[in-house]
């Protein structure tokens, strides 16, 4: 029987105390290494360019006339055609494969464009999003008060995760329409309207490797243009006055957090008999180190599990080593 009522804030056998020592002294071994591979994709691209391989980017990959656009883009460009184009369909639906087999992984192991605002954040900007991340942890601590006398979680049969949202209802949360589709949404309309995807003229992804080519070419060529000033500026001005652009405005994590709604696998799952909800105890040190502002234990975050990035933060932040992404288990033990 699980038990959602609250308990004392300390946890059994090591403690809360133990917990927030643990927080932030290291990372597992998949989540250090999360953080290196997007720089490892950029660098063996942009080298894949300069040497003339014709690998692409990541709005165009592939070798001679076998290329995969990127979706947006590939979506993009059939609203500016306005015709059926087989192709796009294609990319499209192989990238809504593998959007339902790993989620919005893009977004933290490919995608160049969060260690690139990690860069470029200031102090008070990552004590900001600590505080958030924070908020988000009392919210989820807030319902699991609002769970203690429902009915749902006492319901549950051994083997299921530990707390039902706090309705008592075992539905699926589904990601929530927010600025980020109206950002797609404008972008396809402004597609239709001109005839070509022009977003694609502002995407940071893009405006990145393209800052690459213009100092490639600088180096390289001797060949200075105003795209070194004005490329870089874009990207700055997009990443600093439009904060949280990932959470908000990126319409690329719009497209895929439609697709992930439906995705089942590789999401962080919790071993209920090591969960400390499973005992009451209301921790919610996962929910306080996601920077999707998600609950793994229950889905109870201010975002649901259909954001998930498959960081992997969760489970290094785990004191009981409780969540796993893999059969074999992404938890602190596997340092």
Known sequence: MWRCGMAKLTTPGKGTEASAQQEGTGHSKVSRMRRYVPGIVFALLVIGLVTGIGSGTL??????????????GALESLFGAGAFV??????????????????????SWVCPIPPLDRFLSGKKRREADKAARTEAAQHVSGRLTACANCTGCSEKKPGEKPLAPSDGAAKRRFAKVDGRHVVLGGSLLSAAVCGFPVFCLVCPVGLTFATAIALYRLVGFNEPTLDLI?????????????????????????????VANFNKTTRPKIDPDLCLRKDGTPCTVCAAACPEFIDPAGDLGDRSLAECTRCGQCAAACPADAIRFTKKGLTRGNR
């Not at 709005?59 to 947006?72: K, R």
Request: glycine share 4%; charged share 10%; aromatic share 8%.
């Open 59 to 72: 709005c165009s990959v592939g070798y001679d006339s076998i290329a995969a656009v990127c979706p947006l």
């Open 86 to 107: 087989a192709r796009t369909v294609i990319i499209l639906a192989v990238a809504a494969a593998a959007v339902l087999l790993v989620g919005k992984a893009f977004c």
């Open 230 to 258: 004005v490329f870089p500026l874009v990207i700055v001005a997009e990443l600093t006055l439009l904060r949280k652009w990932c959470h908000r405005f990126c319409p690329i994590s719009a497209l895929m957090s439609l």
